[in-house]
Every structure is written in structure tokens, then in C-alpha cells.
């Protein structure tokens, strides 16, 4: 059964695939129905992706920031002759750079979860 670190990874690959322009309407609509769940988990009112930017501290300018680095992996791949796909680069986005965080956020009680 995944964690909630698994899922939460899952939806950073989610907001970076809607920054780049390559989340489905499909999968964003299905991600829509879960705000009310993070507005509430993150104390926040806004967006699923605001919920998530909020909760992990992305500054404002991190979807240019990742359209950047998706510019600079599909140069990489098509320079070196290597496969490239959008879920696979948000997918290492997502590990590489923000799996530990949320994996500290979701191994200790959150004061989110807990009245205040």
C-alpha cells in the first residue's frame, strides 16, 4: 500500500507536469476533487497546485523554473540520443529534489493534522 510521502511525491510530479503544459485534463480534474483535503491538510485556500506550492515553499517563480529544466532535459536527451518523456523528468524532478522533504513531512505528526 503506498505512503503518504508516496502520494504526495505523486502529486509534486503532477504540478510539475501541469507547469511544463503536460498534465492531462483527465488527471487534473481528478486531482481537483482532493483541495478540499489539502486545503484543509495545508492550511490553505487556493488551487491544488497552490496547496501543494505552499506546502513544500516553492517560491513563486518555480513553474519557470521547471519549464527551464524541461528545456534543458529534452536538449540533453535528443543531444545524447537518450528516450525522453515529461512523466520521466517530473518524475525525477519529483525524487531528486523533493523526496526527502516530503518524506520528512510525512514520517512526523504534522501540526496541520493536529487541532491548534
Sequence with gaps: MPSG???MI????????KSIGQLSPAREEQIAK???WL????RNT???DQ???KALGFPATIQKSFNDLFRQYLQHCSA???SSSPETFAKQVAENNFAAQIRGMTSTPSAA???G
Design 113 to 115: 493534522n493536529h487541532p
Design 5 to 7: 510521502s508516496d502520494y
Design 34 to 36: 482532493l483541495e478540499p
Design 46 to 48: 487556493g488551487s491544488w
Design 51 to 53: 496547496s501543494i506550492a
Design 10 to 17: 505523486a502529486l509534486v510530479e503532477s504540478f510539475v507536469l
Design 39 to 42: 486545503n484543509v491538510t495545508f
Design 80 to 82: 545524447s540520443g537518450e
